[in-house]
């Protein structure tokens, strides 16, 4: 079924961000080619709306001249195997994401040699949507969103705060400034210490879902921010992580749990 496109969705290839359901994304956390063809297959025949290929873990061993001619010759393979790959014979959509290691990734690289693969996939159009660290201190990412937006790459401007969860008005700030940077999605993701955290994430969730911005992702991360994967769309959150193997970030829930709760909360939307 074809998710119907309003004032604040965003179709990104096969898929609808800010439709009338929640849209679930797997991240992938593969070192290896061998890694990444079990991957594919498990997420083979699954409902997933989006997988997450996660660069900064794969062939942590190769420079970045090497590392980013090995993503680019293995692309074309991994949205071969997308196609059709959704459990109802759809395509599963293509996220790629290179995190910093100051942001939960896994390969220690320069900021730029990042942005540097991610604006090389945008080029070649080699994925639906693209993740960028857009708030980077030092790290202009104007020029790579504009080239995405005219070659029809989704945009996913990104932040995480694995020390904390900032105040309601800082977490608004940032969502403001994602959204300034001229992404598609704005996403933000925060480490709660408690309960009180998490209700302040989803408060600032809702605050910023009003009016006629775009999409939005609002995680809390870890056990405490269980909630926030499981009813965000409730508070305004357009998506959420689901683990099938490997989690790429504390308190991913499996993805057979996940679907299970979006059944039962979504059923009649």
Same mark, same amino acid.
Not at 82 to 93: E, F, P, S, Y
């Given at each position: 079924? #074809? $998710?119907?496109?309003?004032?604040?969705?965003?179709?990104?290839?096969?898929?609808?961000?800010?439709?009338?359901?929640?849209?679930?994304?797997?991240?992938?956390?593969?070192?290896?080619?061998?890694?990444?063809?079990?991957?594919?297959?498990?997420?083979?025949?699954?409902?997933?709306?989006?997988? $997450?290929?996660?660069?900064?873990?794969?062939?942590?061993?190769?420079?970045?001249?090497?590392?980013?001619?090995?993503?680019?010759?293995?692309?074309?393979?991994? =949205?071969?195997?997308?196609?059709?790959?959704? %459990?109802?014979?759809?395509?599963?959509?293509?996220?790629?994401?290179?995190?910093?290691?100051?942001?939960?990734?896994?390969?220690?690289?320069?900021?730029?040699?990042?942005?540097?693969?991610? =604006?090389?996939?945008? #080029?070649?159009?080699?994925?639906?949507?693209?993740?960028?660290?857009?708030?980077?201190?030092?790290?202009?990412?104007?020029?790579?969103?504009?080239?995405? =937006?005219?070659?029809?790459?989704?945009?996913?401007?990104?932040?995480?705060?694995?020390?904390?969860?900032?105040?309601?008005?800082?977490?608004?700030?940032?969502?403001?400034?994602? =959204?300034?940077?001229?992404?598609?999605?704005?996403?933000?993701?925060?480490?709660? %210490?408690?309960? $009180?955290?998490?209700?302040?994430?989803?408060?600032?969730? #809702?605050?910023?879902?009003?009016?006629?911005?775009?999409?939005?992702?609002?995680?809390?991360?870890?056990?405490?921010?269980?909630? #926030?994967?499981?009813?965000?769309?409730?508070?305004?959150?357009?998506?959420?992580?689901?683990?099938?193997?490997?989690?790429?970030?504390?308190? %991913?829930?499996?993805?057979?749990?996940?679907?299970?709760?979006?059944?039962?909360?979504?059923?009649?939307?």
């Amino acid at each position: 079924m #074809t $998710e119907p496109i309003g004032p604040r969705s965003v179709p990104a290839g096969p898929v609808v961000l800010g439709g009338a359901r929640t849209a679930v994304i797997v991240p992938i956390v593969a070192t290896d080619d061998d890694e990444l063809a079990i991957a594919l297959q498990e997420a083979a025949g699954k409902r997933i709306d989006i997988l $997450e290929w996660r660069l900064d873990a794969y062939a942590p061993q190769l420079a970045d001249d090497a590392h980013r001619a090995a993503i680019l010759s293995a692309l074309p393979g991994v =949205r071969a195997r997308l196609r059709g790959a959704r %459990q109802d014979g759809g395509d599963i959509a293509l996220l790629v994401t290179c995190r910093s290691a100051e942001q939960g990734g896994l390969r220690d690289h320069d900021p730029s040699a990042a942005l540097a693969l991610v =604006r090389s996939v945008i #080029t070649c159009r080699g994925a639906d949507l693209v993740d960028i660290e857009a708030l980077r201190e030092g790290l202009d990412a104007s020029e790579a969103i504009a080239e995405a =937006r005219g070659r029809g790459v989704r945009v996913i401007a990104s932040h995480h705060d694995f020390a904390g969860t900032p105040g309601s008005e800082e977490m608004l700030a940032i969502i403001a400034a994602l =959204r300034g940077t001229g992404a598609d999605v704005a996403k933000l993701a925060v480490m709660p %210490q408690e309960a $009180e955290d998490v209700i302040r994430l989803l408060r600032a969730s #809702t605050v910023a879902a009003g009016g006629s911005a775009g999409p939005l992702v609002a995680i809390a991360m870890g056990p405490l921010g269980a909630v #926030t994967r499981l009813s965000g769309r409730s508070f305004g959150s357009c998506a959420t992580f689901a683990a099938l193997g490997r989690a790429s970030a504390p308190g %991913q829930i499996a993805l057979e749990h996940v679907l299970a709760v979006l059944d039962a909360i979504e059923r009649d939307r």
